[in-house]
């Protein structure tokens, strides 16, 4: 008889198992909040809003809601209330009572390390800034005249003409407008995606997130700086959009801080990355540089950066410069942060280390990659929960940052301004004008080209119009 009924067995269809909502996670950040659907299969969405009252409709086929709503916290979010019941008998609809209008768009996405199924709905607010204080318009004007400024002399250059019958953009105001230098903080990771987790449990997300408040305090502490943190919550931020809220807050330098990992507990000591144009220069950063790219498929982005959005402004020979300039202060700022932080901890390694880390490919900001510890180091994922000890880390890499703009302060910045009135007669620096080289100014000053850049502690002979050059003795 079991031989008649194994092909009965086998005819009998099978019904598709419905989708279950297991859990609703929410990330409010200020110009958006994204609310993740954990799903047990996948499930096709239609999302749409109404208005009059404002709500979200989100309807999921052949699905059912195993999750407790009330839990979620909404403190932050344009969400006031979400309300879930049965359509058109097997289908879910869930509705999310809004305190503002939001452009909607979602997305799903494929297990991954931490999450099974997903569908992700992001809420955007149209008009918000990205950050929470955000630049002062004026200081932004301010900015954005220095930049056309530098932009005019390196186009002369690039075009083979003389930086010097460049008119720039803007002129100095009277009185000096001593502007602030702005320093984009970056809390790596966020939100859904944790980053590394230690061996007691210890969040890569949380560590740097603290890590960059104590930063920002630090930076808004100094007279003639402000910070602007990419994130100041517990929510993620795509790569690409870091660089850009960067570029859009007209920061003189940007800083990402992580939390190394490994496979294994041994690794241990910090590291200082910058761009590599050519590729990692190590195995060891190539394998750190994807799995932090890889971060952006986390929230459903490609962790691919182009340098196309710059080509209207910076193309060819113009690229190439602006991309040298910032890569040569990239490494000149890493050192000094990275000498600092090795009275901090041991250092991984005992250079600057460069890679193709998505979030450093600004061509026209400096930018820096700090990995503060390894989180996979029992004895450091200690060290990375202490708040003493995260000060005294923050403290170096704000030390190593202000000693290059006290040593190269912007025409325009309030370092700049002090500068010039405690200089006095003092003969042994030299303010960069329009068309001056390296070796020119050696010349002029009779000090060899290579002792006038250890002293400046320059990597190469690209300098800019208001740096101020110490002129060793000879």
């Not at 909607?104 to 149209?126: A, C």
């Not at 918000?128 to 002062?136: F, L, N, Q, R």
């Not at 930049?147 to 002129?171: F, L, M, S």
């Not at 600057?352 to 029992?378: C, H, R, W, Y």
């Amino acid at each position: 008889m079991a031989r008649w009924l194994l092909p009965l067995v086998l005819l009998v269809p099978l019904c598709a198992e419905a989708a279950s909502v297991d859990n609703l996670r929410l990330w409010a950040a200020p110009d958006h909040s994204r609310l993740v659907f954990d799903l047990s299969s996948p499930a096709t969405a239609e999302v749409f809003t109404l208005k009059d009252p404002r709500r979200l409709v989100i309807d999921l086929q052949d699905s059912e809601f195993n999750a407790d709503a009330d839990r979620l916290d909404l403190s932050g979010s344009a969400i006031r209330e979400v309300r879930t019941g049965v359509r058109n008998g097997d289908d879910l609809r869930v509705v999310l009572e809004l305190s503002r209008a939001v452009e909607p768009r979602h997305f799903t996405l494929e297990p991954n390390e931490q999450y099974g199924h997903r569908l992700v709905v992001d809420l955007e607010y149209p008009g918000e800034s990205a950050v929470e204080d955000p630049i002062d318009p004026i200081e932004a004007k301010i900015r954005e005249q220095e930049i056309a400024a530098d932009r005019a002399q390196a186009e002369a250059v690039a075009e083979g003409r003389d930086p010097d019958t460049v008119t720039p953009a803007a002129k100095q105001a009277q009185p000096h407008p001593k502007r602030n230098i702005i320093i984009a903080v970056d809390a790596g990771h966020g939100g859904e995606d944790p980053g590394a987790t230690g061996p007691a449990g210890t969040r890569e997300k949380d560590v740097v997130l603290e890590m960059a408040k104590r930063l920002s305090r630090l930076i808004n502490a100094t007279e003639g700086f402000k910070a602007v943190m990419i994130r100041d919550g517990d929510y993620y931020v795509g790569l690409r959009q870091r660089t850009r809220i960067a570029r859009e807050q007209k920061a003189d330098f940007f800083v990402s801080l992580h939390a190394d990992a490994f496979n294994s507990p041994r690794p241990h000591g910090s590291s200082v990355f910058a761009l590599s144009q050519s590729g990692a220069t190590s195995e060891t950063a190539k394998w750190l540089a994807a799995s932090e790219n890889r971060s952006d498929l986390i929230g459903g982005v490609d962790g691919n950066l182009s340098l196309d959005d710059k080509d209207e402004v910076l193309r060819g020979v113009l690229l190439d410069l602006t991309m040298t300039a910032t890569l040569n202060d990239s490494l000149t700022i890493g050192g000094r942060v990275l000498d600092r932080m090795g009275r901090i901890n041991d250092l991984h390694k005992p250079r600057v280390e460069q890679a193709g880390f998505v979030v450093l490919k600004s061509p026209d900001i400096p930018s820096l990659l700090v990995e503060t510890g390894f989180i996979s180091n029992p004895q450091e994922e200690r060290r990375l929960r202490d708040g003493s000890y995260q000060q005294r880390m923050m403290q170096a890499v704000f030390g190593g940052i202000r000693a290059h703009f006290e040593r190269n302060p912007p025409p325009a910045s309030l370092l700049a301004w002090q500068r010039d009135q405690g200089r006095g007669g003092a003969g042994d620096e030299y303010r960069i004008q329009p068309g001056d080289t390296l070796s020119e100014i050696a010349a002029r000053h009779n000090v060899p080209v290579g002792q006038l850049r250890q002293a400046n502690e320059l990597n190469g002979d690209v300098i800019r119009v208001g740096q101020v050059l110490r002129i060793p003795s000879s």
